[in-house]
């Protein structure tokens, strides 16, 4: 296709956009707490609100984009995010701001629904190559939000002119996408019909990827949603008591997933994706050790091979879908991704009850934060297991 760059970069930038809304925005729960008197428990609603529409966009459009076609959903997906930032930009309390977080997560899905799709369809003889790369976007949008509030903070600029930039990026992937051609997706180019595309989300096989896509994700979200609290106390003689240092560690491993997911298509051709899933394993569970047992400027290297581990896991989970069950289409794209979300919710709390009680035992933060983050380990040392074995039946065959 002529315009299959126009809509890479398109898609790229809808992605990266996203990353930034979300990073930004949980900068900004205690400036809204202290502005709009909201309690912490209405913090935690409007934060979970991009979970819930997330989740229901991604399985919904989905499904549309089959029917739809990926035009309209990508309509939607602008529509969505363009509501979310206008609403949280001249937000007057908890509604205006329980919305806005609920639009960016519709936006958030719409991106998973029609942009991994669309993205495989565009490079349908490297598609876990260009997965990798388009979900590099999400990595930097993330470590750029967070640097983002943290320097404007530094000169006092406040959260709605923060929100308001993330305008322009926003109108500039709109009018790229604006009015052009987009191919069919992989189910409709090999000829399947609906029943054939059933059929192969339920087959043993794809169960079994968004299993795994699930243990794997919980890997990802479980350390870096909490890795502010779990490891503020292993970097204070570093940066203070300031939560700037741990947030800062969050930052690096963001951007160490970035740069690996740059030379994902030489690690897949050299390893192919089952083995670079096998090696992301083993790198993970090493990293996750390491930034347990460390402190001071060594948890950085820690969480630089931690990166490099969870840079493939979500990009080579929905390639390895695409690849054994293209037949699933759109569709089951959209449901390994809303398995990578479940995998992220349910790890939330589980980790959160491991922390409370390794904290009444010890009293203390650092090691708390230590034990809890080698309960983690587990789950990358099954996942490296379960990687081996079919590295090497595929060898086999």
């Not at 997330?54 to 990508?74: C, H, I, K, M, P």
Request: aromatic letters at 12%.
């Amino acid at each position: 296709m002529e315009n299959k760059k126009r809509l890479f970069i398109a898609s790229a930038m809808s992605l990266f956009v996203t990353a930034v809304a979300l990073g930004i925005r949980s900068g900004f729960l205690d400036s809204w707490m202290e502005e709009f008197n909201i309690s912490a428990v209405e913090a935690g609603w409007i934060s979970s609100a991009f979970l819930w529409g997330v989740t229901a966009s991604v399985l919904l459009f989905g499904l549309l984009v089959e029917t739809w076609g990926t035009a309209r959903v990508v309509t939607v997906l602008f529509i969505s995010q363009l509501a979310g930032i206008l609403l949280n930009v001249f937000a007057v309390g908890f509604w205006s701001l329980f919305l806005s977080t609920l639009f960016i997560g519709i936006a958030c899905g719409c991106v998973n629904a029609a942009c991994n799709p669309l993205v495989t369809a565009l490079y349908p003889k490297e598609k876990t190559a260009r997965l990798n790369l388009f979900h590099m976007w999400n990595a930097i949008g993330i470590a750029f939000g967070g640097l983002m509030v943290f320097f404007l903070n530094l000169i006092a600029v406040g959260w709605r002119i923060q929100m308001a930039l993330l305008l322009i990026p926003t109108l500039l992937y709109g009018v790229m996408f604006f009015k052009q051609k987009f191919p069919a997706t992989d189910r409709t180019m090999l000829g399947g019909s609906y029943r054939d595309m059933m059929k192969a989300i339920v087959s043993p096989l794809f169960i079994f990827i968004a299993f795994l896509m699930i243990l794997s994700a919980s890997v990802e979200f479980g350390v870096n949603l909490w890795t502010p609290t779990l490891l503020k106390s292993a970097v204070i003689d570093l940066f203070g008591e300031s939560a700037f240092g741990s947030v800062l560690i969050l930052v690096w491993i963001s951007l160490a997933i970035a740069f690996a997911r740059l030379f994902a298509a030489r690690m897949v051709r050299l390893l192919t994706p089952v083995g670079v899933l096998f090696l992301s394993a083993l790198l993970a569970g090493a990293g996750i050790y390491l930034m347990s047992v460390s402190q001071g400027w060594f948890i950085f290297v820690a969480a630089t091979i931690f990166a490099f581990g969870i840079a493939y896991f979500w990009p080579n989970m929905l390639g390895l879908a695409a690849d054994r069950r293209p037949m699933s289409g759109a569709l089951g794209l959209a449901i390994i991704g809303g398995m990578g979300t479940l995998g992220g919710a349910i790890i939330q709390p589980v980790i959160g009850g491991i922390f409370d009680r390794q904290l009444e035992q010890t009293g203390n933060n650092l090691a708390a934060g230590a034990a809890t983050i080698q309960y983690i380990v587990i789950i990358p040392a099954i996942l490296a297991v379960v990687f081996a074995i079919m590295l090497i039946q595929q060898r086999k065959k």
